[in-house]
């Protein structure tokens, strides 16, 4: 079965620093998404991305996050600044017309 | 603000026994409705989804959609250790494109050799 790929599995990176987090959805997707589940908490939407731009983001996609598809395979996260509680799972979603979106295997940031 | 709960659990079955799971949703604009299996560490793998009223079955797993009462429930029947896992139920406001999921906290399922 094809899949979502993401990498690094695990980032670790100092307070008020930069990341990104990459996403290769399956290639004849239209329709990427991230999510994001802190430990023990519920799984969380972030944004939803379509035709080249944020199509749906939630209150917690502030202006610390940007999504971008640079090269027509890759689906990255940005977050800038990063703080403790950006501590996560980062997982990427990809779909094509139909109802069924694929989760990749998860990133995991820890910011120390 | 768009709610779906679940009972947290754990809960626990032994093996070959009926597991039954239940979530209820707060916004009667849902339109589709989906049961994840996560094992710790990984990602949510979807296990069924139900659009309409009544009953669906996928081999062991049966989902049930009642609109009305804002409630769906999941069975899984015989049971196997390798169910043991948590349990997301997530709701879609959406239809098509719109994959904006609100995801309840999940119930753990134990299944006892």
């Known amino acids: 079965e094809p899949e979502v790929t993401q990498t690094p599995s695990h980032q670790v990176t100092q307070m008020g620093q930069e990341v990104i987090l990459r996403c290769v959805p399956i290639?004849?997707?239209?329709?990427f998404y991230w999510y994001r589940q802190i430990l023990g908490q519920k799984v969380e939407f972030l944004v939803s991305?379509?035709?080249?731009?944020?199509?749906?983001k939630s209150e917690i996609f502030d202006d610390q996050f940007s999504v971008e598809r640079p090269d027509g395979s890759n689906f990255t996260l940005k977050i800038r600044s990063t703080k403790l509680e950006d501590s996560a799972m980062y997982f990427c979603a990809s779909k094509s017309g139909g109802l069924r979106a694929f989760f990749g295997q998860g990133t995991r940031l820890t910011v120390v | 603000q768009k709610e779906v709960e679940q009972n947290s659990g754990p809960l626990s079955v032994p093996e070959g026994a009926i597991a039954s799971l239940n979530c209820t949703y707060s916004d009667r604009g849902s339109q589709s409705f989906f049961w994840y299996r996560q094992y710790s560490g990984k990602s949510p793998e979807l296990i069924m989804s139900?659009?309409?009223?009544g009953d669906k079955e996928d081999g062991r797993f049966t989902a049930q959609l009642n609109k009305a009462s804002q409630y769906v429930s999941l069975l899984i029947r015989d049971s196997q250790p390798s169910d043991s896992a948590t349990y997301l139920c997530a709701v879609n406001l959406g239809g098509g494109s719109n994959y904006k999921l609100t995801f309840g906290k999940g119930t753990l399922l134990t299944v006892n050799p």
């Open positions: 290639s004849n997707h239209l329709y």
């Open positions: 991305f379509y035709n080249n731009e944020i199509s749906e």
């Open positions: 139900i659009y309409s009223n």
